[in-house]
C-alpha cells in the first residue's frame, strides 16, 4: 500500500500511511512536497525548484534553503518503509509508486463518464487547491494560481456533468455547489430552478431564480439572461413539469417545504456568524478595514460546504452594539460566533480574533496577528487567509467533542461524519471499522454529505 497519502484539495494534510500525520513546520517545505506531488512521479531540476521558492536569496543561500527542506522532509518522512522522495544530483522527485495525492486522485476521476467515479470526483473536492498555503514567493504564488483555477475548472465541469445525470436531492445538492463554486455562471442557477421544479417545489424554484437574479445585480449590475429568463416564467405559470421517475427521491412538497431556502438542506451543518470586527483604532475613518477583514472573512468562509455561513446583512446588524454571544446564537440560530478587533497604530495594525461556542459562551479558539502596514490590502488578504485556514478545522474539532459525548442511535449525519473522522485520525486498525461504519451511516442519513464520501474513500485507501 502508498507510504505516504497527500491531500491538497483544501488545506495541507499529510501522513505516513497507519501513522500519525507529519508535523512539517515551515510553509516552504510543505509548499515543496506539495509542488513535488503535482503530479507525483515528475522530475523537477534543483535549479528549477529554488527557482520556484527562493528566488529573493542569492543563488547559495537559496541552495542551502532547498538543502535545509530536504532535511526537514527526510526527517519527517523517517517513519516510512522506503523513502519517497528520489533525489539525483540535479533533480528531485516523489516516487509514484509509494505516494497517493487526492489532487491526482480526483484528476483521474474528473476524466470518467460513470456517475460513480464523478461522484467520487466531486466528493474529494473540498476547497482550492491548498488553501492557506502563503509562501509569498512570485512565482510559487503565480503556480499556484494557475494550479488553483485549473482544479477549480475540473471541478465545475465535474458537477456540470453530475448535475446532468443525477435527480432529486443529490442533484440539487450538486446545483448549489455548483453554485458555490461560480456563481456567476447562470448554468448552475438554471441547473437548481430545473431540480426543484421537477421535485414539485416551484416556491423553491423561483426563489433559485431570485437569488440568480440579485446576484448577477449586486456583481455585474446585468439582468439574467434570456434563458434563463425564460424558464423562470416557464415554472411560474406551472407549464414546467417532469414525470417522476424510480431514481426520484422526493415526495409531494410540503408548504414547510415550499417555503424552505435552498441552503436549509445543510441545516445539520455548524452553523457560524462573523460579527462586524470592532474598529479600536480611535479613528472612526479606519471602520472600511475592520469591515473589509470580516467581509473578506464571510465570503471565503462560505467556500467551505462543512460550515454554514450566516448571511453578511444579518450579523452586520450587531456592529457597534453590546456583544452578548448567547443572545445572539439565538437571534440567528448560530452555533458559533467569530468576533474579533482591529488597532492601527502609527505603522503597526494589531488584529484578535476568537472563535466562541454561542450556546454556552466558551471559547473554542483565540488567535493574535501582529503586521506592519505596508500595503493595507496585502494585510488584509494575508489575516483573512491565514483566519481561514484555521477556523473550518477548529469548529469540525469543536463539533467531534460534542458528538462524542451522544449516543451513536442520536447522532445526526453530519455528527456521524465528525465521530468518524476522529475514528479515523487514530490510524488504529482496529479504529476503521468504526470509522466505515459511521460513514456508511452519515451517508445513509443524509446522502448529499460530500465529507463522508472522501472520508470513506479515504478509510477504503488506507486499509487497501
Known amino acids: 500500500m502508498p507510504r505516504l497519502q497527500l491531500m491538497m484539495l483544501g488545506g495541507f494534510y499529510a501522513r505516513v500511511a497507519g501513522g500519525p500525520a507529519i508535523d512539517i513546520a515551515t510553509r516552504k517545505t510543505r509548499a515543496l512536497l506539495a509542488y513535488l506531488a503535482l503530479p507525483p512521479g515528475r522530475q523537477h531540476t534543483r535549479e528549477a525548484l529554488v527557482s520556484l521558492l527562493w528566488s529573493d536569496r542569492g543563488e547559495k543561500q537559496a541552495q542551502a ?3 535545509q527542506a530536504l532535511v526537514e522532509l527526510n526527517r519527517a518522512l523517517e517513519g516510512a518503509e522506503g523513502t519517497p522522495l528520489i533525489k539525483h544530483r540535479d533533480t528531485l522527485a516523489l516516487d509514484v509508486a509509494l505516494v497517493e495525492v487526492d489532487a491526482a486522485i480526483f484528476e483521474q476521476l474528473a476524466a470518467k463518464n460513470d456517475i460513480a467515479d464523478l461522484e467520487r470526483a466531486a466528493a474529494l473536492y473540498n476547497s482550492d487547491l491548498l488553501q492557506g498555503l502563503d509562501v509569498r514567493d512570485p512565482a510559487f504564488e503565480e503556480w ?54 421537477e421535485a414539485g417545489e416551484l416556491g423553491l424554484a423561483v426563489r433559485a431564480y431570485e437569488n440568480c437574479r440579485k446576484v448577477l445585480n449586486r456583481e455585474l449590475n446585468v439582468a439574467p439572461s434570456t434563458e434563463t429568463e425564460a424558464l423562470h416564467q416557464e415554472i411560474r405559470a406551472g407549464r414546467y413539469r417532469k414525470a417522476p421517475t424510480e431514481r426520484e427521491v422526493f415526495s409531494a412538497p410540503t ?26 483604532s480611535g479613528d472612526p475613518e479606519q471602520r472600511y478595514f475592520s469591515d473589509g477583514i470580516t467581509e473578506d472573512l464571510i465570503t471565503e468562509l462560505s467556500r467551505f460546504r462543512s460550515v454554514t455561513i450566516i448571511a453578511r446583512n444579518s450579523s452586520f446588524v450587531y456592529r457597534d452594539k453590546p456583544v452578548d454571544v448567547r443572545q445572539i446564537g439565538r437571534e440567528l440560530s448560530a452555533e458559533y460566533i467569530l468576533e474579533g478587533s482591529v488597532r492601527r497604530a502609527g505603522d503597526r495594525i494589531r488584529i484578535t480574533a476568537q472563535l466562541v461556542e454561542a450556546a454556552s459562551g466558551k471559547e473554542v479558539w483565540a488567535e493574535r496577528y501582529d503586521r506592519d502596514l505596508g500595503d ?16 473550518p478545522g477548529r469548529i469540525e474539532d469543536a463539533g467531534a467533542r460534542a458528538a462524542g459525548r451522544k449516543r451513536q442511535e442520536n447522532l445526526s449525519a453530519y455528527e456521524c461524519y465528525l465521530r468518524g473522522r476522529a475514528y479515523f485520525r487514530e490510524f488504529d486498525p482496529g479504529t476503521s471499522t468504526a470509522a466505515r461504519d459511521l460513514f456508511h451511516r452519515a451517508i445513509a442519513l443524509d446522502p448529499t454529505l460530500a465529507p463522508a464520501y472522501a472520508q470513506l474513500a479515504f478509510v477504503e485507501m488506507r486499509d487497501w
Do not use: C, W, Y
Open 376 to 391: 493595507l490590502f496585502a494585510v488584509q488578504d494575508a489575516v483573512t487567509k491565514a483566519i481561514v485556514g484555521s477556523l
Open 255 to 280: 408548504a414547510a417545504a415550499q417555503a424552505r431556502l435552498p441552503d436549509e438542506i445543510f441545516a445539520e451543518r455548524p452553523s457560524l456568524a462573523v460579527l462586524p470586527f470592532a474598529n479600536v
Open 65 to 67: 534553503s532547498l538543502r
Open 144 to 197: 499556484l494560481t494557475i494550479e488553483r483555477q485549473r482544479f477549480r475548472s475540473l471541478a465545475t465541469a465535474v458537477l456540470r456533468r453530475l448535475g446532468e445525470l443525477q435527480t432529486g436531492r443529490t442533484g440539487i445538492a450538486t446545483a448549489e455547489r455548483l453554485i458555490g463554486l461560480d456563481p456567476l455562471q447562470e448554468e448552475g442557477h438554471r441547473m437548481l430552478m430545473r431540480l426543484h421544479a
